[in-house]
């Protein structure tokens, strides 16, 4: 399933014509892009490090920078998951009452169909 990203990243609606597939596609593609050469400009500057003492100490501190960012992302998109998750689960349930309730007066008026029937005339042949 394409679709339409929200600024926040999230999916803001379903991808329904071809324009909007394209556009969903060539967006995710972006961001692959982007991320690959964000990993390759990290890759580069561990490469960078200067030997010795003070060069390992530079790379250890901005390796935790980095871990403390990523550690912050994943924490923010389980926070996210949950709560959409929760959100799946309410409105589910919030569905099956409905369902629920409108199968029960269904029902009820069932019990009242033939005497509408008979009353209209829709029930004599004639």
Known sequence: TVGAPAASGRLEQ????EAE???AIDGLLELA?????????????ILRVGPGAEGFR?????????RC?????????WTAWQDATRRMHRFGDEAMHAWGGLA???VGA?????????GSGAGRRG
């Open 110 to 118: 069932q019990s009242f169909w033939p005497q509408a029937l008979a």
């Open 69 to 77: 960012f990523w550690q912050g992302q994943l924490e923010e998109t």
């Open 104 to 106: 029960k007066a269904v």
């Open 21 to 23: 597939r394209r556009r």
């Open 33 to 45: 892009r982007s991320t690959y050469e964000e990993l390759e400009a990290e890759a580069r500057n």
């Open 58 to 66: 530079i790379l250890s501190v901005a390796l935790e920078r980095h």
């Open 14 to 17: 379903l991808a329904t014509t």
